[in-house]
């Protein structure tokens, strides 16, 4: 299979899978009501108002009574992924899980399929067009001050949208089973262009950037359970017979981490920066994250998230995949 | 008695240096827009205006210590300390966690002398808070946004200056020996501009909750259906344990180097959300799911930690809200156990599981 063409069929799958309606005039809490009215849902995860206005709380939802709980707007920045997988565990089997998704939620959604992780049927994914979500934590010499965490946000204009979301390509999921309000517009230029201006830097100064970053994790782990594909059962930290990694805070322990997490998310990592909204000492994972990507995406042509039925990247092979690494 | 003095922004310098003259001096400090505790050698090194993000508890309880280091024949302690420890700009919920931590630490049944190290002759230079923030609730934890217990020294920050009250005899000497004669007294303004940032702080904080009933409640809830439901929210991460101010858990490992017998013993900041943490050398967990590991959370900030040490092992410093990835709030769910405890039904939970 040629590269362009493994892009390619990737995404007439991806399109192929919007099978049912484009419902726009349709409000979330009136879809949320329908899908629990018609027991086509067992629950329906969303957002909330959390206790900040910077912040909306994933929302697990059963009755209608609650739906009118639910919001979507530019705070909603978790991944509903990982309550997903959480309410299926703790579901009887055949519950049926509704989830508002953006886009990079959708495309983690269906890469979780394309994985053997959810059956397609579990859930019922209903799309919502993103226009970025904020990074609460970033830290604007104004939005850091004690008192004022505003109450509402202005995206790109305060400088708090995710840095994902700058560079987001798929700003609606690409399979839905029922879609909220109007899809957004992708944004244009060059989603690598930070990784470029990155790599512009000398390898000292790299490091130097990486073992800045990396000195402020404090193993909370957050990263990785806030993340949509981090579903291992048990994480290769966590391992103890045998235990393959220190587990102090200490910088040796911390770089081996996040360089093994970053490997193990690639072509698998959908760039929704759930990762870094959920660090609390705002380390910047995500630039590594789309580095790898970006290899993935020229050595393979693969792009995670796209098709439900897709291999994924490092799960298939090619007679045509780049193999000049071994002589 | 107690003295009181003026110190403008501008002369910071005159206070760390003093400070770092006769100790090891801790303050909070801005890496790339996270408040983070580090060691401080210089005033402008500070940044004392933003609410910590990092707890103060890493100063003398750091996540990862040394407890000795060995050869496979014999084994040596860590080095002794130089200096003992000052903290500078420490909230007043701050200060209080290390009054309880010292509880279980210092001056409890069981002394723990990596800590007593630290925090013996240790300086408190506490700092007013000014501009609560939405997720803090000091005032619902009986303390308040000023309270200077734990500090000793307060200050004020009066705009372009800091009132500095001595708290404690050692705050007091401390103050005498820095400053001697060229103390700047603070005008009547000064005073009255102290007191309006006291009255707005207290002003802008949310009215406090009533948490008076939940170690009742949570005496009826061992096996509450509540939890199943708050554990949905919560995604079993360390973030707030790691930044509570007063958890104090803690894991040993050894750390051996590679085909020799040579290594350190440390001990790492553990976290109850995490599966490992109870899992047990046979492969068993009695903690299997989420729903346990956060109950066991409440149970013992506001259970367990009363029963020990006669009150609950929280602050309201709100870190836990503010920096949780879920936004999951334990005001909320200190509210949904004293509406769901039954009074009268309690039964002993705190061995059951």
Known sequence: ?327 | MSSSLRIAKQDMDQLVSALTSRYRLFGPVDVDGATVLREVKSADELALDAALDGPVKAAFFPQTEMLLSYDGTTSEPPPGRDKPTAVLGVRPCDARSLLLLDKVFGTGKYRDSLWQRRHDDSLIIGLGCGTPLETCFCNSMNLGPFDSQGSDIMLTDIGDAFLAESCTDKGERFLKAAYKSQVQRPSQADLDKAGQVRGKALESLAPAADFSGVKAALATLWDSALWDEVALGCLSCGACAYLCPTCHCFDVQDETAPGTRQGRRVRIWDTCQSALFTKEASGHNPRLSAKERIRQRVMHKFSYFVDNFGEAACVGCGRCIRMCPADFDVRLVLQKVKEAGKPGKAKDARRAG
């Open chain 1, 1 to 327: 299979m040629k590269q362009e063409n493994r892009q390619g069929r990737q995404e007439r799958q991806g399109a192929e899978s919007k099978t049912l309606r484009h419902a726009q005039s349709d409000s979330l809490t009136g879809t949320a009501r329908k899908l629990l009215k018609e027991k086509k849902a067992d629950l329906v995860i969303g957002y909330e108002r959390g206790s900040s206005g910077r912040r909306a709380r994933p929302a697990v939802i059963r009755e209608e009574k609650d739906v009118d709980r639910l919001i979507f707007d530019n705070t909603c920045g978790p991944s509903l992924v990982p309550f997903v997988r959480k309410a299926l565990r703790a579901a009887q089997p055949g519950t049926r899980v509704a989830v508002v998704a953006k886009g990079c939620d959708g495309r983690a959604l269906v890469q979780q399929v394309a994985e053997g992780q959810l059956k397609r049927d579990q859930v019922v994914i209903i799309g919502v067009g993103c226009g970025g979500v904020v990074d609460a934590r970033r830290r604007t010499p104004d939005a850091r001050r004690p008192g004022q965490e505003a109450s509402s946000v202005e995206r790109e204009a305060s400088g708090v949208l995710s840095d994902s979301c700058r560079r987001c390509r798929y700003p609606n999921p690409p399979v839905y089973d029922v879609f909220v309000g109007e899809p957004a517009e992708a944004r244009t230029g060059d989603e690598f262009a930070g990784v470029a201006e990155f790599e512009k830097l000398a390898p000292a100064d790299r490091w130097a950037w990486f073992e800045r970053e990396l000195a402020k994790c404090i193993r909370c782990y957050a990263c990785r359970n806030a993340c949509p594909m981090c579903y291992c059962e048990e994480c290769f930290v966590d391992q103890t017979n045998p235990q393959w990694f220190g587990k102090s805070a200490e910088r040796p322990d911390t770089t081996l981490f996040h360089l093994v997490r970053a490997l193990h998310t690639a072509g698998r990592c959908v760039d929704c920066g759930a990762c870094e909204r959920a660090c609390p000492l705002g380390v910047r994972l995500g630039l590594l994250n789309k580095r790898i990507e970006q290899e993935v995406r020229e050595r393979f042509g693969f792009t995670a998230g796209l098709s439900l039925s897709a291999a994924p990247a490092l799960a298939a092979y090619s007679e045509d995949d780049r193999q000049e690494f071994i002589l």
